[in-house]
């Protein structure tokens, strides 16, 4: 059985402020607090491409959102240590798995969504010999603010 990168787990020491993201020094502690690495998501829904996407899944009638999912983290030095990340979508996906390498987008995965789901993903550190795991509930709520 392989083991994974063994987290410290206890409540998170990063204060955020509103709207204010401060990167933390990490303790270089043998564990990794479980907050060294996270997954966000944003999801919108572009009303004129409706009939483009719901004609390539077939889906007549069923709301197709765009979702974007990206890795952060409060850690300085966090994201330049992560190698890639392989994100595990619903089965449904003609692509369910998929690896993302570009840091500058922070590991960025775009896709189209008709239904809420639990996405995982593996993150690969260059200093650890096993990845993380993470998971994130895609929800599909938006509040219809994003213009794209």
Do not use: W
Request: hydrophobic content about 35%; aromatic content about 12%; some cysteine.
């Amino acid at each position: 059985m392989r083991e994974f990168v063994e987290l410290k787990v206890e409540p998170s020491k990063v204060v955020v402020e509103k709207g204010v993201k401060r990167e933390a020094e990490l303790d270089k502690t043998e564990k990794l607090p479980a907050d060294y690495v996270y997954l966000n998501h944003v999801v919108f829904l572009r009303e004129h491409r409706q009939a483009e996407f719901q004609s390539r899944t077939g889906l007549n009638g069923i709301p197709h959102y765009d979702i974007r999912i990206i890795l952060n983290s409060y850690y300085k030095g966090a994201l330049e240590n992560v190698k890639y990340v392989e994100y595990f979508l619903h089965k449904s996906y003609p692509e369910p798995i998929q690896c993302r390498s570009q840091k500058s987008n922070n590991f960025l995965l775009k896709e189209l969504a008709y239904g809420e789901y639990v996405l995982q993903a593996k993150v690969y550190l260059n200093d650890r010999p096993e990845p993380i795991l993470l998971q994130r509930y895609i929800t599909l709520e938006h509040n219809g603010n994003f213009n794209s």
